[in-house]
Nanobody, 128 residues
Framework: QVQLVESGGGLVQAGGSLRLACAAS????????MAWFRQAPGKEREFVAA???????????YLPDSVKGRFTISRDNAKNTLYLQMNSLKPDDTGVYYC??????????????????WGQGTQVTVSS
């Protein structure tokens, strides 16, 4: 059975940094597309970052403008772990962050319904 467990959330002041991790078990995800989404209270789930792999182009990432330049998504296949490095955090980044894995490899899509496995989420709170 596939399990995704997020960690690394917490309370941080605006301008600070956090590094989220998502440990995957149950299968190998080295060639699977993986992503981070977040959800703030009263708002819909929002795409944050995605990473995919293809045999001809290698690893690709996709981040929306709202986090581009501040967030970095990466993966350690040896550890079957997905990461999200978040710098220059803003109060608007507050929410529950979820990692997700798809049964496909590429491209790095931003649509939540494309992903099949989800973690339980980790809370990130950015104070002003």
């Amino acid at each position: 059975q596939v399990q995704l467990v997020e960690s690394g959330g917490g309370l941080v002041q605006a301008g600070g940094s956090l590094r989220l991790a998502c440990a995957a078990s149950g299968r190998t995800f080295s060639t699977a597309a993986m992503a981070w989404f977040r959800q703030a209270p009263g708002k819909e789930r929002e795409f944050v970052a995605a990473i995919s792999w293809s045999s001809w182009s290698g690893s690709s990432t996709y981040l929306p403008d709202s986090v581009k330049g501040r967030f970095t998504i990466s993966r350690d296949n040896a550890k079957n772990t997905l990461y999200l490095q978040m710098n220059s955090l803003k109060p608007d980044d507050t929410g529950v962050y979820y990692c997700a894995v798809g049964r496909f490899s590429s491209p790095p899509v931003a649509t939540s319904r494309e992903y099949d496995y989800w973690g339980q989420g980790t809370q990130v709170t950015v104070s002003s």
